[in-house]
């Protein structure tokens, strides 16, 4: 644990360090944050996670709870996914040292009885929730863990869905609270963003969870969007399939290490009806039509070996790529002090103040803020057509509903980069 040192010198620097020890590293740990997709981890399974700047093992006890522990056995340090999972336990592949969930060493085949019991490797809080696996990675006992009742029960197709980037996750999560942006990143994509960047003004505000964020159209419709802190966000999106409307997602940007992140997503599709089973399989049908991964092309766009124009936008998912460029075009750790922010940047000012301010009161050894998601809290747009106004169901219904339907929409060259960590 750092020392508090007060008037301690705080900067954008201390956003991107996100390794043991680092400040915003302390930070993150104090949250849950998504560590992996539960349909990939069947239960009797073990994965190699990274997450942090740290490597772990993530496995799945034969009961179907999952547990995170150190990436290595006390032993000898070998790396214990490569193992066995035993009931609720892993034991180790090179002597078959055994540990519970707990990170308690259980059984060491060649040793005296007794020695177990003093061989204890690091654990972590796990738990699977809405298709993805929660990890808390700080220091004693757990936050209350965050609920999102609007996810879990409606009439829908819930979509499970991340991307890795390489670039710092900090880029991406400015990226959410910049309006602007999408009338020039994803201009061609009029289908899902005519008109969208053209807001005459934006604004961004305190909330009791992080920040409000509005940005309003020329005729004055009005679209407003809510971070939750500290690296969550809950928005709506335009429909892309003639039978929904609005869709509500939630998006969390977890580092791999300072130079890479995953975007971890939730896609609350409403749909009824026998129209749920023909959207699924439009939108599983595009999934299956992207094999060019979006990093590699960004990558040669950038090295000026392609043109973006020249990709085939049926084989790549093109918003990513959009994206790709744009914020890995930063660098990978993009250079905040060479910046000249402008009016169009309220929502990157206004989330660089929070982490300041909270980043400052951490260093410090200063009560931090506690961030709270109150019912009614939620995004909401414009109407489109003769669809109901996409209000937030932040606890006001569901109660009558049953779970939606839980579908991974990641194409499957997401799915081999994430399994490899």
Known sequence: ???????????????????????????????????????????????????????????????????????????????????????????????????????????????????????????????????????????????????????????????????????????????????????????????????????????????????????????????????????????????TDPEIGWQESLFWWVPVDDEQHVQFSLHRVPVKGDAVGRVHERRLARRARIDVAHQAAAERILAGELRLADVDRVHVDLVRLQDDVAQVGQGRIADRERERLGRADTGVIAIRKLWLRELRALAEGRPLARWTRPPGLGPRAWRLGDQPMPLSTNGRDGADVGPPTLVDVRPRMEIEQQRDP
């Open 1 to 239: 644990m750092t020392d508090a040192r007060v008037g301690v010198e705080v900067s954008a620097h201390d956003f991107v360090r996100t390794g043991p020890g680092t400040l915003a590293g302390r930070y993150l740990r104090s949250f849950w944050q998504p560590i992996y997709h539960a349909p990939d981890l069947p239960a009797g399974q073990a994965r190699p996670v990274r997450v942090l700047g740290e490597s772990f093992t993530l496995y799945r006890g034969e009961g179907g709870a999952p547990y995170l522990v150190d990436f290595r056995c006390a032993h000898r340090g070998t790396q214990l996914s490569v193992g066995w999972v035993e009931g609720e336990c892993i034991r180790c592949f090179y002597h078959g040292w055994t540990y519970d969930g707990c990170g308690q060493c259980v059984e060491q085949p060649a040793e005296q009885p007794d020695f177990a019991a003093k061989v204890r490797i690091r654990s972590h809080p796990a738990r699977e929730y809405l298709g993805l696996v929660f990890a808390y990675l700080g220091e004693g006992d757990p936050p209350e863990f965050p609920r999102y009742p609007e996810f879990e029960r409606f009439e829908g197709l819930l979509e499970l869905d991340s991307y890795r980037r390489r670039c710092n996750y900090f880029q991406n999560l400015e990226n959410s609270l910049d309006m602007s942006h999408v009338g020039f990143v994803h201009r061609d994509n009029e289908a899902s963003f005519a008109g969208i960047g053209h807001g005459q003004s934006l604004t961004a505000e305190d909330s009791a969870w992080g920040i409000t964020y509005t940005s309003m159209r020329a005729e004055g419709q009005v679209r407003v969007q809510q971070f939750g802190m500290p690296n969550i966000f809950h928005m709506t999106a335009l429909p």
